[in-house]
């Protein structure tokens, strides 16, 4: 190998990838980065659409704070002061609406039991019971060490009895354990689109990572996503890193049993192969490759039992996409501000995501609604006097994918019927005659996702999120392959927050350098 290779070669360029990239950069370790789009950042890039910017997947954060992870990572690079974040309205960062309530989500948690009560009154004890043990439980996961091995967790077992109690459990389970009734379930769930699963199907602990998460914080980067996505990456070059863009990793390189490198091929302006291929070596190559995907290409051969089985995950559902700017009105006449809004009109969300999900029905859809020109007084992202506008619910890829290839007329034609559906709504609900406003949308879809992120299936957060795939028997970083590791959504966590905390926890681990806790 080459003294001209850098000691990582990172392939890819999502959240995780950068954020070990810039990490090691700033140790003075040589890295260099392979992406296949013409973007860096996998779902936190931004795009250009005419006069408009949109991300192409995050819309909010969450552990941000001081002392919080985010703030950590970002102290450690010495950005906390360059990369800040706007916090969401503390009275209700997340508000809730289905047919006959509405509830707005509260950073103080005796707030939110306030409130709900109110609404429920005659269930205030199994809603005052569920909060306290969603509270409870977010203590213990704290204090989880990084590393969840059963050596590591016997000690700690009689601290840890909700860790243990749960650790199977879906939010219907506890729902149920608490004879939670339905309005409040709803109510509590509908930040669904944040894992897009069901409570039937989520992980107890991904959701309460998440619900009290962002009630500690909800927060929007203060310059925008692309910003953050630009930060890194100058971190990274400004390091003696290497960024390569356009290149589409076709063949990973192996000598005597172990990964070298890679081999990549140019791509032309529409993500076209051009036949131009590039030779990359490293000392240690990091995987931001969806992990099964790379471990297919090398060989599942190759890799161990152990591996191979925590291998066999699932990929969670994939989304539907509404990028709009609206002009004429100011959305903050209409109830949308610095928060965002769930809405559903089937108060059961079990029976609203199997219908969009599997049947493809949205006649009563259930989906998020974000504002992110009003989360920021940083302009940027569209021009004076518009406002953007973004819609996301759940879409099944193989419907899609049936749709594009099939009948390119009819795959359009769904796109609409869906976006039509949340417009209904919207006008019936919020913003009278909405659609007189609206000066620019662009749909996306899961094939679209796969496209353009080159996420398997269109998956919007790699590995699902239920009960068997959070946890102790997860994938990590170790890929058992020699010169391979992981740092990818699938091999830590999904989202913002957790992909920082992956490719943080892989440089901990390869650096010795510990920050993190």
Not at 130 to 140: G, H, K, N, S
Not at 438 to 455: A, D, E, V, W
């Amino acid at each position: 190998m080459s003294t001209g290779d850098p000691e990582y070669l990172i392939v890819g360029s999502g959240l995780a990838a950068l954020s070990f990239g810039a990490l090691m950069a700033r140790a003075g370790r040589r890295v260099r980065v392979i992406e296949a789009h013409e973007h860096l950042g996998g779902y936190g890039h931004t795009f250009s659409a005419g006069d408009y910017k949109f991300n192409a997947q995050f819309h909010y954060v969450w552990n941000c704070g001081e002392g919080r992870m985010v703030n950590r990572f970002l102290r450690k690079l010495g950005l906390e002061r360059e990369v800040t974040f706007e916090r969401y309205d503390p009275d209700g960062f997340d508000r809730m609406r289905m047919p006959g309530y509405a509830l707005d989500i509260p950073s103080d948690p005796g707030l939110l039991r306030e409130r709900l009560v109110a609404l429920l009154p005659a269930h205030r004890r199994p809603i005052e019971g569920f909060l306290r043990e969603v509270w409870a439980t977010a203590e213990e996961l704290d204090a989880l060490p990084a590393e969840m091995t059963l050596r590591g967790l016997l000690p700690r077992a009689h601290r840890l009895t909700r860790v243990i109690r749960y650790r199977d459990a879906t939010l219907q389970d506890v729902f149920d354990r608490y004879a939670l009734p339905l309005p409040a379930q709803t109510l509590l769930a509908l930040q669904w689109p944040d894992f897009l699963l069901p409570p039937a199907r989520l992980s107890f602990f991904a959701w309460v990572m998440l619900f009290v998460g962002y009630c500690r914080g909800a927060y929007y980067p203060t310059r925008h996503f692309e910003h953050v996505i630009d930060t890194l990456a100058r971190t990274i070059e400004e390091g003696g890193g290497e960024l390569a863009l356009e290149q589409r990793v076709i063949e990973f390189v192996l000598e005597r049993g172990r990964v070298i490198g890679v081999r990549a091929e140019e791509q032309g302006p529409r993500g076209e192969g051009t036949g131009v291929l590039h030779t990359h070596r490293g000392q240690t190559v990091i995987c931001n490759m969806d992990p099964k995907q790379a471990a297919a290409m090398i060989g599942l051969e190759r890799f161990s039992r152990a591996t191979r089985r925590k291998l066999d995950y699932e990929y969670s559902h994939s989304n539907f996409m509404a990028y709009c700017a609206v002009e004429g009105i100011d959305l903050r006449d209409y109830g949308f501000g610095r928060w965002n809004v769930f809405h559903t009109d089937e108060p059961d969300l079990n029976k609203a995501f199997r219908a969009m999900d599997r049947d493809g029905d949205y006649a009563r859809p259930s989906f998020a609604i974000t504002t992110p020109s009003l989360l920021t007084e940083t302009r940027g992202d569209c021009p004076e006097g518009t406002q953007l506008l973004e819609l996301l619910t759940v879409a099944d890829f193989a419907r899609f994918r049936h749709l594009k290839f099939a009948h390119n007329r009819a795959y359009g034609e769904k796109k609409r019927e869906i976006f039509d559906a949340m417009l209904d709504v919207l006008e019936r609900d919020y913003v009278p005659n909405l659609r007189e406003h609206i000066c620019f949308k662009m749909l996306g879809s899961p094939t679209t996702n796969q496209r353009y992120c080159h996420s398997p299936q269109g998956n919007s957060y790699g590995s699902i999120m239920t009960p068997a795939n959070i946890g102790a028997g997860r994938l990590d970083y170790n890929s058992s392959v020699p010169g391979l590791y992981f740092c990818n959504a699938s091999s830590g966590f999904a989202g913002f927050t957790g992909t920082i905390w992956t490719g943080s926890r892989l440089y901990e681990a390869l650096s010795g350098d510990r920050f993190i806790d």
